[in-house]
Nanobody, 124 residues
């Protein structure tokens, strides 16, 4: 079993920055892929970013490419999402997820464990 807890969400003005963090506890973090997804009100949950265990492969959604950066610290069992140049359309609940596989995927169904989410609100 793996538990994921997100933190760092909040209210920020457009153009601002936030750094989300996800702390993992349990045995399956090792070797696994980590990802971030988000769900805006009334919409489906969408892929944001993913990173493999060695941090050699990262994928980003087009909507966040160049603005968001995903990183991980395997010793601390954390994965972060640095979000810059935030826009009102980035407003959503952001979820951390773990995939018990070595290859990243953008598919939500490819992830096995999920955190409870953290709210990010970007005001215009």
């Amino acid at each position: 079993q793996l538990q994921l807890v997100e933190s760092g969400g909040g209210l920020v003005q457009a153009g601002g920055s936030l750094r989300l963090s996800c702390a993992a506890s349990g045995s399956t973090f090792s070797g696994s892929v980590m990802g971030w997804f988000r769900q805006a009100p009334g919409k489906e949950r969408d892929f944001v970013a993913t990173i493999n265990y060695e941090s050699t492969i990262t994928y980003y959604a087009e909507a966040v490419k160049g603005r968001f950066t995903i990183t991980r610290d395997n010793a601390k069992k954390t994965v972060d999402l640095e979000m810059n140049s935030l826009k009102p359309e980035d407003t959503a609940v952001y979820y951390c997820a773990e995939r018990s596989d070595t290859l990243p995927t953008t598919r939500e169904s490819g992830y096995d464990y999920w955190g409870q989410g953290t709210q990010v609100t970007v005001s215009s």
